[in-house]
């Protein structure tokens, strides 16, 4: 019992595994160190077959590189690598000779033309023939149809003021460049993956920002040797998307519909607030045969005759035509200057005769409308007589 009780679990995966003589707790296994390769390292001697590649480059791109042509050549000839610019096909060649030792440097010289031809500057652009570099070419032409669309999320990439494009390498350690329908981006082969899921993420309307402030938590997470071993997930930030499929938006409007009607019976209100209800448009019957087609231009010619015309006289009827439009554009708007010189409706004072016919009207006992300011001003008057003859019996 306690010999079992003594002995290790071991786990399924790992029974068949022996241990390895070299790996032990001296070594970094995090940062192997990688020697470079040297001219020695290669036991076979010279390669038996040429191995070539070439790529082409945008016109505007040609000044530059016969400027900096010379550079390259200095730094693919310390690899034994030829070069070779061909101006009148526009294109660039890498290739082989018998003084190349390392079998991987052509794909870094591949690498290094592509590089240049998208834009990178030369001095940026040789660190590719290092070991440790990688590069990785983002191609987001075909991610966005529209290309207003295209324009403004391209350039969140980049940021107001080149922020957010110099957050994102400071942050990976990698150099990032936007250049028409690609992002070339030069680092670390783990820093190339953060990268390019950010650019892809941005051209899906995912805003960088968010996978910004992921990385910067994880950086700071890795600095606690305490959580090496745990989940990181209660750290990290779990953002919502905010944008709703049609049938998602469908679904929450009809659940507000329902929860204010359940809510206006509970009140007791009518459905429709209380109103008068509306009546519901008639269905319209379904048939099967499209509506009748719309008569063509050249029909409504041919009805009205214009069809037949000459030119001179189509020419002529169309000149007619603009000009009474004009002529009724004209008039409309002289009147509508016009009416600014328009005097207004005034109400004249009544006449000699007209009070006279009101008098005659009122000792009749006919009752007319008579004008409110007038009846007002009377009443007054009666009143301060009433007043003078009361005040003269007192005394």
Request: overall charge positive; hydrophobic content about 30%.
């Amino acid at each position: 019992m306690a010999s079992d009780e003594e002995t290790p679990v071991v786990n399924k995966n790992k029974r068949h595994r022996k241990d390895k003589p070299w790996d032990t707790d001296d070594i970094d296994q995090v940062q192997w160190k990688i020697d470079p390769f040297q001219s020695t390292d290669n036991k076979g001697g010279t390669f038996t077959e040429e191995s070539s590649f070439a790529t082409l480059f945008p016109k505007y791109r040609e000044k530059y590189l016969r400027e900096v042509w010379s550079a390259v050549t200095r730094a693919l000839d310390t690899h034994g690598v030829a070069c070779t610019l061909d101006l009148i096909h526009g294109s660039m060649s890498v290739r082989t000779t018998r003084k190349t030792y390392d079998p991987y440097i052509i794909l870094k010289a591949r690498d290094l033309i592509k590089l240049l031809a998208r834009g990178v500057a030369i001095t940026q652009a040789v660190k590719i023939l290092d070991d440790a570099m990688a590069c990785d070419i983002i191609k987001i032409g075909s991610l966005v149809r529209n290309k207003e669309r295209f324009v403004k999320r391209r350039q969140r990439i980049i940021g107001p003021d080149g922020s957010t494009l110099k957050a994102i390498e400071l942050l990976t350690q990698c150099y990032v460049l936007v250049q028409g329908n690609t992002v070339s981006v030069m680092g670390p082969y783990k820093s190339l993956k953060e990268v390019r899921r950010i650019v892809l993420d941005c051209m899906k309307n995912i805003h960088p920002i968010y996978r910004i402030k992921e990385l910067m938590i994880r950086r700071e997470l890795a600095k606690d040797p305490k959580l090496a071993t745990e989940s990181w997930d209660r750290f990290l930030p779990q953002f919502r998307k905010r944008h709703l499929k049609t049938s998602e938006k469908t679904a929450k409007k009809n659940e507000k519909l329902e929860a204010k009607v359940e809510a206006r019976k509970a009140a007791g209100v009518d459905d429709n607030g209380g109103g008068e209800k509306t009546e519901k448009p008639a269905k319209k019957v379904y048939t099967p045969f499209p509506p009748a087609q719309l008569p063509r231009k050249v029909d409504l010619q041919l009805e009205s005759g214009e069809y037949f015309l000459k030119a001179h006289e189509k020419e002529a009827r169309e000149t007619e035509r603009r000009k009474h439009k004009q002529a009724e554009t004209t008039a409309k708007r002289r009147a509508e200057r016009a009416e600014a010189f328009v005097a207004p409706e005034e109400e004249a004072a009544p006449t000699v005769d007209v009070k006279r016919k009101r008098k005659r009207s009122k000792g009749d006992g006919a009752e007319e409308p008579a004008d409110e300011s007038m009846t007002k001003k009377t009443k007054k008057k009666k009143k301060k007589k009433k007043v003078d003859v009361d005040a003269g019996d007192v005394s």
